[in-house]
């Protein structure tokens, strides 16, 4: 069987800046969410207590949605400075194998990202809700 293209150094190394922006974008989202919660927690007396229970259901879900996706993102990244580390020190198999591990965790990860915007959208359905009442 004959391969396509062999792994280098560099091909890992390609990953690096799309794996450090999605971690900010998430470290992002996270701070926004905690914004949420103190606002949240600001107005509870003067919100409706059904509303406020679906929102906290809501922010506890996409709080554990993030903290799963920096965890797999932060291992996409490790996985891949393992595969650079396993390439140079000429450990193919092992370089390729970590390398397809860390693009697993990074779709893992933009998997989570994708769910917990939906969940975002629930929460602003029911502030729309909230408004119509």
Known sequence: M???????LTTPA??????????LAYTNRFLVIAQLI???????????ADLTRR????LRMRVQLIKW???VG???FLLCTVSMACLFFTYEKAGE?????SLMAMVTSLVLSLYE?????NALNIELEHMER
């Open 55 to 58: 929102q906290i259901r809501n």
């Open 2 to 8: 004959s391969r396509i293209a062999d792994l280098t």
């Open 69 to 71: 996706m920096q965890f």
């Open 14 to 23: 390609l990953l690096f800046p799309a794996i450090s922006l999605l971690l």
């Open 74 to 76: 932060v291992l996409s």
């Open 38 to 48: 103190r606002e949240l927690n600001k107005r509870s007396k003067d919100v409706q």
């Open 117 to 121: 915007i939906s969940i975002s959208v």
């Open 97 to 101: 194998l970590a390398f397809g591990f």
